[in-house]
């Protein structure tokens, strides 16, 4: 018979996916059950999640775990951080949930700042200072006069709202409670500073609970999944970037002297060391780098930065205009083109939610003084370089923060299969990269599930069955010198 399965929801911006994972013969086995789109609903100028729709996908990629002949041991979702939705006191979800990218939270950092000093929302929470976070998003409701904040009962993450709907339980997630900006990981608790100040209704933040924690049996009947009823749900690092990280073929956990950080590539690079406690200090502020909740008590210093969104939507756009496009094609046009032709700033704000990728850079390149792409190449190398200069520079801030040399950049995700921006990496950082795994989130939601039910006993046995079972692909620099000029060129974009 097989063996039986753990199975990882794992909702990214790209798509959204169900996978089962098992142990067999000392070695984690993947399968992909389902993978579906995960896009954004646009209605009358806002920007809503399709929770519904994706409950549906959910369903059925679970139903296809329940039709194979594996037992399945848990379940566990994960998402992007910040998104949330609201229950009524009956229980009732209220509203569609909004997309971190709908434009309501433009322009919320002066009102925030009135409020409370940015250096004192800092010291509460050690999170960087992003629009998008939760805390915004629930200023910009309470700054509209949104009357649901006055008929909300709990607060749930979007993770937590899967898990709802699974269990009938209700219960926040830590580690992304911690990616709202309003969680205290020093003191271990919302901070009720921030909530007074924002005017937010202290009764929707429940306590939070921990990673691994089992949180119930799932539903069966219309609601639930027919075939898994009773299965426990296992909470993961609800947080995708949790999950991945958990993920990292590396031989320690949370070290105090990290010699490795990661990239955790998708729709967001996520560039960081997991250090075993916050760093909170003025130069972590002035960097704009972000603590946020680990597994297990560790904390993620980190920097986000735009990560392969820019890539994606290039495509998007160029499909809109009748091209037919893949990555692998997409990465060989951008081996081909000539390099450094034209420098994207991946963090540019024009780039957050054009109408328009490839108009979008046309007029950056207009403002910054550089010709307009030739052809598409130029285009996806630029998408690709600029990435690559970013971690140039977010390296040397790590290793700053730090104060230890980072050797090894372990870079996971979908955009570990882009072998060009690992070599960029490589070469622009000069240091070596190692690539994989690919399903890191997916993975790294499993590894914490086996840990809550105490299959395996630890995050580090958990990183050694990974290394186990995947095999990292080895970048060393190979040419870096061209690197040093670009870098010059890039730093003067804006200016
Ligand atoms: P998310 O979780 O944000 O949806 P993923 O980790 O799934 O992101 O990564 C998606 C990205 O991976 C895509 O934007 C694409 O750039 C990259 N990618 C996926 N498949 C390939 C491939 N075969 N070759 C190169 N890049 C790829
Ligand atoms: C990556 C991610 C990141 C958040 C962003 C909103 O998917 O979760 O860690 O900052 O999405």
Redesign the pocket.
């Known amino acids: 018979a097989s063996a039986p399965v753990h199975l990882a929801v794992d909702l990214?911006?790209?798509?959204g996916r169900v996978l089962a994972g098992c142990i067999e013969e000392g070695q984690l086995k993947l399968s992909e059950l389902h993978r579906f789109a995960n896009d954004p609903v646009h209605v009358q100028g806002r920007m809503y999640w399709n929770l519904l729709g994706l409950w549906q996908e959910i369903r059925k990629g679970l139903s296809l775990a329940a039709a194979s002949e594996a037992k399945v041991l848990s379940v566990g979702v994960d998402t992007w951080g910040v998104d949330y939705v609201f229950l009524d006191a009956n229980g009732d979800l209220i509203g569609p949930g909004y997309h971190y990218r709908d434009a309501r939270t433009r322009g919320m950092f002066p009102k925030a700042f009135e409020r409370v000093a940015r250096e004192e929302i800092f010291a509460e929470t050690g999170l960087q200072f992003m629009e998008l976070n939760t805390a915004y998003q629930l200023l910009a409701a309470r700054l509209e006069n949104s009357p649901v904040l006055d008929i909300a009962h709990q607060m749930l993450m979007i993770p937590d709202f899967f898990h709802w709907l699974l269990t009938g339980k209700a219960a926040i997630e830590y580690t992304n409670a911690t990616t709202t900006q309003l969680y205290n990981t020093q003191q271990q608790g919302w901070s009720q500073k921030l909530l007074k100040a924002f005017d937010l209704p202290t009764r929707v933040f429940s306590d939070v609970v921990q990673p691994g924690t089992v949180l119930g049996p799932i539903l069966g009947g219309q609601g639930g999944v027919p075939g898994l009823e009773g299965v426990p749900v296992v909470l993961p690092a609800t947080h995708?970037t949790g999950s991945a990280v958990v993920a990292v073929p590396a031989d320690n956990f949370a070290p105090a002297q990290p010699d490795w950080c990661y990239i955790s590539s998708?729709?967001w690079s996520l560039m960081g060391c997991e250090i075993p406690e916050p760093l909170i200090n003025d130069r972590c502020a002035e960097l704009n780098f972000t603590n946020e909740g680990g597994v297990q008590g560790s904390t993620r210093l980190l920097k986000n930065i735009g990560g392969?969104w820019i890539?994606?939507q290039i495509k998007a756009s160029l499909e809109r205009r009748g091209q037919t496009l893949d990555?692998?094609s997409m990465?060989q046009a951008a081996a081909d083109a000539k390099p450094f032709q034209l420098l994207i700033d991946p963090d540019c704000p024009d780039f957050a939610a054009p109408a328009c990728m490839v108009d979008a850079i046309a007029a950056f390149a207009n403002r910054t003084g550089q010709p307009s792409a030739a052809d598409n190449g130029v285009l996806f190398r630029g998408a690709l370089e600029g990435l690559a200069l970013r971690y140039r520079t977010c390296l040397g801030w790590l290793e700053s923060l730090t104060g230890t040399t980072i050797n090894t950049i372990h870079i996971l995700?979908?955009?570990a299969?882009?072998a060009l921006l690992c070599q960029m990496t490589a070469d622009a950082c000069r240091r070596r990269v190692l690539a994989g795994p690919v399903e890191a989130?997916a993975i790294g939601n499993i590894v914490m599930q086996m840990v809550g039910l105490g299959q395996i006993g630890s995050i580090q046995e958990g990183r050694q069955l990974i290394r186990d079972s995947f095999q990292p692909v080895v970048y060393e620099p190979q040419d870096p010198d061209p690197w040093d000029a670009a870098a010059e060129r890039f730093e003067k974009l804006d200016a």
């Open positions: 990214g911006a790209s798509s995708d998708g729709t392969l890539f994606q990555w692998p990465v995700g979908g955009g299969q882009n989130t």
